[in-house]
């Protein structure tokens, strides 16, 4: 039979609490003086009378307590069954935070336990040194060439659930420009956890590395692979683990924030992921045999606007050139902003640089993945690989003839790419954390020290080391070297012809890292990178675009970060 409280026990449950503690938990010599102050406190609550309070303590009395067992000596004294006697205490226990703070502080439980409200954070703040043997010039685009201070993420957010089984999370980025203010934001109903449904602005379900949360990457920066990942977007997803062990997730979702990144149809892209962990699944502790598959594709729209990077004046033939970005990579570590740029050619317009074009391009994708991750203990090896292909066209009313995948039909420029990614990394917990610990639903948390650092000789926190080897590789060359035979560009880059390929359309990157895991809230990362291209490379850079741009084949980056999280 289910036990429930009388209604007016139910209003004073933290002092049953506290008379159940007093008489359950202290030695049989001091009963009699924690019982007084909490029958005092009943008594001036309304939850005994004052008769009851005399007849009480005449039994403590009168009667000896040594040896008498608590439940008994409550039975005795108050008239109850001792059955309920325990079953009150143990209603009351749980139950006695409701409508209270949190204990971290940082949240509250509703007065009825079925409502939470919790605060977030998160800060990642990083200094960078970056060697790439370019004389740095003072323009946008060189910038991201420059050694730096950077703060990476600052985010405040919320979450919690409305009930036990709709939770939900609104999370804010402080750190760019204000379209993106809202990070996170969704409402997730889970009735059943084998069915769930979540609206809103969320993750898709997409990369064993993009679905870690930020807060416990293995590096500061995720792989190249990671750039080709929708990552957040608005949409509806339908989710859920049928076995422990086993984890999907399928989502529609638009592109961008508003309906001019979406076409026609609400939706137009659709997201979906499986996974599997067989550890779990044949209940081998220690242990991570995670396997996964992702499918990403569908069609959005991009703006083609005129580059304020073109280098050519406003008497230039090529004034009024728009463009839009198909594919562009970032090498690892956060160092140039395009080591490989893709872009389509819309058509001609009249104003000042910055200015949008009449039309938008449109953009069929279509991007595979599988992944992999191996963990035993502190030792963790994972990897990914990811397969993209685009085909953009937009209308280009000046459009010429070009070679290497981008072509005119039926006046509209018509670009083709394909592209693929992978890496593959080694991470070791120096301090013997097991990664199983952290692995949950089909993805990665922080790590949590087995002892957190308090000061010198006060805990050693949590240390790891690893090291991660990462490529991208596009079948459309990018922009050759001048006067090497043979290294030609593939589009002609300026006024001519709209759409264009520029810098190495192949890179290699080498990440060593070392973290310091403080506690479960804070953590230092060291990182060094290594970059080579195939085809060298220069900042797409607005004062040297008329000039002799000065190339390089290689790329250094040393970055620390402090975090924290709450």
Known sequence: MTYTLPPHLRRHRLTLALLSSALFATPALAISEDAKVVLQLLVTKGVITQKDYDDTLSALESKPVEGVPPVQFVQDALGVKATDVQKAADYAQKDAKNGTVKPSGNGTVSADGQSTFNF????????RLVNSNITQVSDKDAASGADNFELRRARIGINGNFTPNINYEVLTNLVGSSPNLIHRAFVNYSYDQAAQVRLGRFKQPFSLEELSTANGIDFMERSYGNQLVPSHRLGAMLHGEPKKGITYGVSVYQDGFNEISNTQNIGNLTAARASM????????????????????????????????????????????QTRATVLSYRTENRGMTNAYRAQIGGDKISGTYGGLADNAADVKKNLTGIELALAKNAFKFQTEYFNASYDATALNYTAAGTTNGSATYGGKSHLN?????????????????????????????????????????????????????????VNLPGSGTPGVSGNTKSITDGGLNGSRAENSEIAKTVTYGLNWILNPNARIMFNYSTTKFERPVYYLSTINRTATPEYTNKENVFSVRSQFNF
């Not at 977030?120 to 200094?127: C, E, I, L, P, R």
């Not at 580059?307 to 008497?315: P, V, Y």
């Not at 080391?465 to 990462?470: A, L, P």
Request: a negative charge; hydrophobic letters at 35%; aromatic letters at 12%.
């Open 120 to 127: 977030t954070a998160v800060a990642h703040f990083d200094a």
């Open 277 to 320: 962990n067989l550890a779990e699944l044949n209940d081998i502790s220690g242990a991570i045999l995670h396997f996964g598959a992702a499918v990403d594709k569908g069609s959005y729209q991009v703006t083609p606007s005129q580059s304020a990077d073109s280098g050519f004046t406003n008497s230039s033939s090529s004034t009024g």
């Open 417 to 473: 790419l394909n592209t693929k990614a992978n890496y593959y990394e080694f991470m070791y917990n120096i301090t013997g954390e097991s990664w199983s610990e952290v692995y949950k639903a089909g993805a990665l948390s922080t790590i949590k020290p087995k002892s957190n650092f308090n000061g010198i000789g006060k805990g050693t926190g949590a240390w790891q080391t690893g090291i991660r080897f990462s490529q991208y590789e």
